[in-house]
């Protein structure tokens, strides 16, 4: 089992910066994803960014080159810093992570933190 505790969400206008972050109750280095889902309202929960243990990422392509998303392992936390937040990225976003052994894939999720961009 592990933990996620999000933190970082907030309202800025159009154009500011957010930075999440997400802490594990353990050890993160084995964990084989970790990232953020966002989910609008009346949207599915999409997959915003990842990083795998690694050190691949991915980004949605909406969100490329705007947001940037990084592993301190040591501090069993990870960021995603929003830059150039656009009102389309309004969102509760989720911090997850994936731990898979063999055919068994067990997801983990923080709590949620909303995301408000105003125009």
């Known amino acids: 089992q592990v933990q996620l505790v999000e933190s970082g969400g907030g309202s800025v206008q159009a154009g500011g910066s957010l930075r999440l972050s997400c802490a594990a109750s353990?050890?993160?280095?084995?964990?084989?994803?970790m990232g953020w889902y966002r989910q609008a309202p009346g949207e599915q929960r999409e997959l915003a960014a990842s990083?795998?243990?690694?050190?691949?990422?991915y980004y949605k392509d909406s969100m490329k080159g705007r947001f940037t998303i990084s592993r301190d392992n040591p501090k069993n936390t990870v960021y995603l810093q929003m830059n150039n937040l656009k009102p389309e990225d309004s969102a509760v976003y989720y911090c997850?992570?994936?731990?898979?052994?063999?055919?068994?894939?067990?997801?983990?999720w923080g709590q949620g933190t909303q995301v408000t961009v105003s125009s």
């Open positions: 997850y992570a994936q731990d898979r052994h063999g055919a068994n894939v067990y997801t983990y």
């Open positions: 353990r050890s993160i280095f084995n964990i084989n994803v």
């Open positions: 990083i795998t243990s690694g050190g691949n990422t």
